[in-house]
Nanobody, 122 residues
Framework: QVQLVESGGGLVQPGGSLRLSCAAS????????MAWYRQASGKQREFVAR???????NYVDSVYGRFTISRDNAANTVYLQMNSLKPEDTAVYYC????????????????WGQGTQVTVSS
């Protein structure tokens, strides 16, 4: 139901910052749990951050305190503010969306964006 388009990636020096955006189109954005994943070269895609429809957030330990996920339901957009970036943060970052209905995650209908490249290098 929802289509996702990421933007905001690029090349940044270690210690720098980037803000990724994920613009959603379709229906009922506010009902979706939104998440960011990343995939480094030669590695599997890994979870980075998640924000529920109620605003609760979760982060992978490696980014806790440096990254902040947020959402603007009026703008149908989820953000990932990335501070104190490290070379190991280099990856393609993907936006993910799914609904929770009666307490059950409906991952069968989850959507993915096309990804945006983040490169942290001096």
């Amino acid at each position: 139901q929802v289509q996702l388009v990421e933007s905001g990636g690029g090349l940044v020096q270690p210690g720098g910052s980037l803000r990724l955006s994920c613009a959603a189109s379709g229906t009922a954005f506010s009902d979706y749990t939104m998440a960011w994943y990343r995939q480094a070269s030669g590695k599997q895609r890994e979870f980075v951050a998640r924000i529920t429809s109620g605003g609760n957030t979760n982060y992978v330990d490696s980014v806790y305190g440096r990254f902040t996920i947020s959402r603007d339901n009026a703008a149908n957009t989820v953000y990932l503010q990335m501070n104190s970036l490290k070379p190991e943060d280099t990856a393609v970052y993907y936006c993910n969306a799914y609904r929770v209905v009666y307490g059950i995650p409906r991952t069968v209908d989850q959507q993915w964006g096309q990804g945006t490249q983040v490169t942290v290098s001096s």
